[in-house]
């Protein structure tokens, strides 16, 4: 029968089909893959100068320190000395010739600026200030209402009271967010008693009042997470449900991203809800962990921002603690528009932060830091220089029309770019700045759309659909 179909069919196409058609079949292949052939060289002839315009762009990064303990400070006590390797002349002659500073203009227009939104100056499509402002605010409202949370409980008289219970004084400094977080969710209303109701379990120990604590030290987290885990597994059933999937923690010190090196398989399931969110290293997972700001608690309202002159164009002040700050400094540090200063400032910080248009948050030991929230509190467009940096409510806020994202190797340009800035398109950021900076503070007590409730509707997304519900005999064993 095959061998009828096959014939039958030999026989229609020698007879029905013109010998002109015959021939075009039997070249339209040839053609396709000449034709793709051109194209594939097309591409590799116009890409080829891009990829060595950024070979070259990359260049002075390539020769910074490989760690800040090569870091070291001169006899005027005012500038690092700045160890750029061998080559250090090379490295000044990139920063200063402007053949070169073009080429890594156009690099970043090419491979940088289409990605983040600055080429030209272009935020025609950025000008929204959330992804999508109406299902955000649909969503927030079923999370306020539905969202259920379980806290392991613990009394006073626990030996590490200090660490997993809410503390009694008022919280500050740089990792003050975790601690308000766990304050304000002890009194809020997404506490539940029922394990049956719960969306997610909540682990209350905190890293960094662990790190201060002579009995755990830093060394010692990884064993008391591990040992946690332990026991809530022995005297509570929820865990062994979903393998910690459902549950979560919460760390503002960069040291957490240790917590969980001792307990491997809890750290791919538990959800981690950090300031240090980074792509980098693998402790951390995007879309089943989440970002949380590092926040300065302040006192009172935020400043008058109406009467505010601000005839700097960027500013950064801070210690020079990695190689990009080095890069930052040894570009702009002598420069009278972009303010860039090692150490402290003789003057107040705040007064910086309202006489800037551009805030500088550039990455030190860690990716995060409180500048971000300073530069929004104070009304200032946060300039963003650190790679790899999972920035906090990304997938509700739309960073691009309230910041400037800047690539570490476009620091010798980083003055091109914020001048290329319109003033329309500068009135736009700073218009989403003073929209979306509510998000970054916390409140006592806690308000719509805060800092906590934006980490807690972070958290609602990441619940689990389907919950497994517990019988009555191994609710409370």
């Given amino acids: 029968m095959g061998k009828k179909s096959s014939s039958l069919v030999y026989q229609i196409f020698q007879h029905r089909f013109p010998a002109t058609f015959k021939g075009f079949f039997y070249f339209l292949p040839i053609s396709l893959a000449l034709t793709t052939l051109l ?19 990359t260049l002075y990064l390539q020769t910074l320190p490989s760690s800040t303990s090569s870091l070291s400070i001169d006899q005027t006590g005012n500038l690092p000395v ?27 227009q090419w491979l940088l600026g289409n990605l983040f939104g600055l080429s030209n100056g272009n935020y025609t499509n950025n000008k929204e200030a959330y992804h999508d402002g109406d299902l955000f605010l649909q969503d927030y409202k079923q999370m306020n209402k539905s969202l ?6 613990h009394s006073k008289d626990d030996p590490f009271a200090n660490v997993l219970l809410p503390p009694d004084s008022d919280t500050k400094g740089n990792y003050a967010s975790e601690l308000m977080f766990k304050k304000a969710l002890m009194k809020s209303h997404f506490v539940t008693k029922d394990p049956n109701e719960a969306h997610l379990f909540y682990m209350p120990f905190s890293i960094s009042p662990m790190r201060t ?30 393998g910690g999937a459902d549950h979560f923690y919460v760390a503002c010190h960069s040291i957490g991203k240790i917590a969980f ?23 951390y997972l995007p879309h089943k962990d989440a970002s949380m700001p590092q926040v300065w608690p302040r006192e009172g309202d935020p400043p008058n921002l109406v009467t505010s002159q601000r005839k700097r164009l960027a500013f950064f ?19 009278t528009e972009i303010f860039v200063h090692f150490g402290r400032l ?31 509190y104070y009304g200032c467009i946060p300039i963003i220089l650190a790679n790899h940096y999972d920035l906090p409510f990304t997938d509700i806020l739309n960073w691009k029309s309230f910041s400037v994202v800047v690539h570490h190797v476009d620091i010798p340009v980083m003055k091109k770019i914020l001048q290329g800035i319109s003033n329309e398109e500068y009135s736009m950021l700073r218009s ?43 609710e409370f064993m």
């Fill in 39 to 57: 194209l594939i060289f097309i591409y590799i002839s116009t890409t080829a100068s891009v990829t060595k315009n950024h070979a070259q762009a």
């Fill in 346 to 376: 003789q003057t107040p910080y705040s007064d910086q932060l309202l006489g800037s248009k551009f805030c500088i948050h550039v990455k030190g030991f860690e990716v995060n830091t409180a500048r971000v929230a300073d530069a929004l």
């Fill in 148 to 153: 259920k949370i379980f806290v392991y409980p």
């Fill in 213 to 242: 604590d002579p009995r755990i030290d830093v060394h010692g987290i990884p064993d008391f997470v591990k040992n946690y885990i332990s026991n809530i597994t022995q005297k509570y059933p929820y865990w062994n449900r979903t």
């Fill in 261 to 283: 090196d001792k307990a491997f398989v809890a750290r791919l399931n538990v959800i981690q809800l950090v300031c240090s969110s980074t792509y980098f290293p693998s402790s």
């Fill in 317 to 335: 002040a801070g210690a020079v603690n990695s190689p990009v700050r080095i890069a930052l400094l040894k570009v702009w540090g002598n420069d």
């Fill in 82 to 108: 700045v160890p750029f390797g061998d080559n250090e002349n090379d490295n000044d002659n990139l920063f200063a010739d402007p053949s070169r500073i073009d080429r890594l203009s156009r690099a970043n």
């Fill in 432 to 474: 989403n700045v003073l929209r979306v900076r509510k998000h970054f503070q916390w409140n006592v007590p806690p308000i719509d759309f805060d800092a906590f409730h934006m980490s807690m509707y972070e958290l609602w997304k990441r619940r689990s659909v389907v919950r497994v519900r517990l019988t009555p005999s191994v």
